[in-house]
């Protein structure tokens, strides 16, 4: 097949397509570089069957070109920055919901019909419903990013019904592994990194999250892809547990070998719009059988183990 | 109060904005006359407490400036065209998800927290659970319309959360009543009007839809206001019964002393993304004491006998 990937440079969207490539097929890789790493883009740069197409997704004709001849697109660039959502309001709206407008009427004008989408959990905002599942009672959001991944959500939906489009929607907790660039634990390892001894951590500790490792995250949108045929198909995905963050901070220390006065903020929520309980119900995926390999901690560590082999990219983020 | 007031020429906004500046408010409406129409704007501007200011929400300077010193906003200003979306897939983003981004941006330039917002129960897509109350489970879109209501609500909801705004956000059933400019009874009357012995019927007659009279939609809208307090308060608005489209259609015969040849469809759906079913459970702002004054057939009624009165609002829709 021949997959469009957008935000291919980033951290789902290039080791999705470099699995996409290992299984043979077509990518054609799509991205501006606003967040994404061109280094992300070496190993898919040596298969034959990778083409990519610097772009922006504002620039609707760019995009309508480069898309052209594929079959399917794994629609995964957007602003994943929840927590500064509030310092530029217009920017999760721009990059995720006129960005995914812009996807869509591509893919109309291409007639390419199926799009698969990564959303969040995050659009569950502060739910009462634990751990969420994807039929969760009407939710409220709680922050710019929902807000726009819930826009985003919907235009793709609307496009289901009025143009035949065939939609995988899925609903993420935070994603951990290789090319993690922003987060708690990157955060945890950069400060540590500069100051072993001493650790500055927005709220109390106390905030439950799940966490789910890209390659698991990857698993689980193709098999998702493979099991479900429904018009709009809304899919879960985590790991049947969560952790607080202090569990976190334990793994972490516990392979550098560290031990740092811990400095809290004492507040619930590490910043405002920050759910203090993100545990999703992931019960439809796996009860078609899938499972994630790597569970929370294995996933922290290895992603602290990525961090310490790879730390000029540490140097991309500030 | 000074109550700042989008879609002032509206068909709901014109009649809010009248009953407000008999209750003795300030009102600064804004239009841009695109669906709003200047004659029902006669009586508010024989009040020396109104102002109005033509201009466009996608204009953002106008709009933040008009906006200054007022302390409430009613957002109606809208595109309510559900039938036609998929004709023209931006015209619902734009003049819907990011007019609202723009309010709520003059809003917080000016420093005015309370907004009030005309939302739909066409944001329930197509549920399974009728009535259907406001925490109704997780809905999926099935039109562009509820699509770019539902990204307009996050937002609003997100900016309560990050800015401390506080909301209203009403979910209404159609609205019928004195001004009203589209929807099946001004098509069926239109129709009847030229061919009175013909009626062509979108869809088999058998839908089930929920209708509310104008003033009673006001009334809820204000009562509401003064009964709930909280951060985001979300509403049904509607009546406590709904009616099929053949029912209305035998109303609208009966008053006019009509028996035209019924002229259907066949489909189960009056156009794609049509819900054949919409009925809103209202029990939130019922159980506080409110009730619509007119039923369903009196609304039918009533804006027969105002469309009568008043053939040259016909012209001004095609």
Known sequence: MRFFVTGCAGFIGSNLTER????????????????????????????????????????????????????????????ADVRHGLLHPHKDLEQNALATFN???????????????????????????????????????????????????????AYCEGFNFKSYIYRFVSILGERYTHGHVFDFYKQLLSHPDQLTILGNGKQKKSYLHVQDCIDGMLWAREKFSNKVNIINLGTAEYCQVDDSI?????????????????????????????????SRLSSTGWKPKKNIQESIVATIQYLSQHQWVLDKRT
């Open 20 to 79: 996409l490539l290992h299984m043979g097929h077509t990518v054609v890789g799509f991205d501006n570089f606003s967040t994404g790493i061109k280094e992300f883009l070496q190993t898919a740069q040596t298969f034959s069957n990778f083409k990519f197409i610097e772009g922006d997704l504002l620039n609707k004709e760019s995009l309508s070109t480069a898309m052209q001849t594929c079959d399917t697109v794994f629609h995964l660039a957007g602003n």
């Open 103 to 157: 996807v869509l009427e591509a893919m109309r004008t291409n007639k390419i019909f199926e799009i698969c989408f990564a959303s969040t959990g995050s659009i569950y905002g502060e739910t009462d419903i634990i751990p969420t599942p994807e039929h969760a009672p009407f939710p409220i959001q709680t922050s710019l990013y929902g807000a726009s991944k819930l826009a985003a959500e919907g235009l793709i939906q």
């Open 250 to 282: 334990n793994w972490i220390c516990e392979h550098l070998k560290l031990s740092p006065q811990r400095n809290y903020a004492n507040t619930t929520r590490g910043w405002v719009g920050d759910n203090p309980f993100i545990f999703l119900d992931c």
